[in-house]
């Protein structure tokens, strides 16, 4: 079975540091991972995603996560905040090898931006 | 514009009324979805279209009955909602069922309250 635990619903950074979110994930098989971006009132925007090949993947808006299999995370990073970044953050999970359409999501995790 | 329309954007209904729910897709894609997100929860599959043949059905009460006419066009329908029914229901769609290349756009939702 597949779960993902994203650590700390709500995380506060000042616009400019490093932004850190968390996402350790159980699967399986290798799963493929995302992580996706919900700005206020609206749906779910993908930032980025691990399928195969190297472990540090490159999103949108400067946003980079590299799969760690040993330990089993999928971590979110971004060198420096923008106040335009706040928004809830998505972690997900895919089952290598499902045919059928299911991605685990985690619970979110809030970012706030402070100037 | 993310390529996923959902209509309404924002709905109140009783619990003894019918309503419906549309999603549309302009991006050619073979797969459709309908995710439910609440509070404090993490988001929640619910029905999983592919080529308009019904892949999956995620233990979701009767009173909620999807239809999907075509390829780019998704309903979800209501029918005698419960209170704990109220949450935000996402549309979603993908070339085809999740696998290396293929990636789940969101539409913005519908915000549903049962009152």
């Known amino acids: 079975a597949q779960s993902v635990t994203q650590l700390g619903s709500h995380v506060s950074v000042s616009e400019g540091a490093l932004v850190l979110l968390r996402c350790n994930y159980s699967?399986?098989?290798?799963?493929?991972l995302f992580w996706y971006v919900q700005y206020p009132n609206q749906g779910l925007q993908l930032l980025l995603k691990?399928?195969?090949?190297?472990?540090l993947v490159k999103g949108i808006n400067g946003f980079e996560a590299e799969f760690k299999k040993s330990e089993t995370s999928f971590h979110l990073t971004k060198p420096s905040a923008h106040m335009s970044d706040a928004a809830e953050y998505f972690c997900?999970?895919?089952?290598?090898?499902?045919?059928?359409?299911?991605?685990?999501f985690g619970r979110g995790t809030q970012l706030t931006v402070w100037p | 514009e993310t390529g996923v329309t959902q209509t309404p954007r924002h709905l109140v209904m009783g619990m003894t009324n019918k309503k419906s729910l549309k999603c549309e897709q302009h991006?050619?894609?073979?797969?459709m979805y309908w995710y439910k997100q609440s509070a404090k929860k993490p988001l929640e599959l619910m029905f999983v279209?592919?080529?308009?043949?019904?892949?999956e059905n995620n233990s979701v009460p009767s009173r909620f009955s999807p239809e999907c006419p075509n390829s780019s066009h998704l309903f979800l329908h209501l029918h005698t909602l419960q209170p704990e029914d109220s949450a935000l229901y996402l549309c979603?769609?993908?070339?085809?069922?999740?696998?290396?290349?293929?990636?789940?756009?969101f539409g913005e939702g519908s915000w549903l309250t049962v009152v």
């Open positions: 279209y592919s080529l308009e043949e019904r892949v």
């Open positions: 691990y399928t195969t090949g190297a472990t």
């Open positions: 979603a769609s993908s070339q085809d069922l999740p696998g290396p290349g293929n990636t789940i756009y």
């Open positions: 997900a999970v895919g089952r290598r090898g499902s045919t059928l359409g299911r991605l685990y």
């Open positions: 991006l050619g894609h073979n797969a």
């Open positions: 699967s399986s098989v290798p799963p493929y």
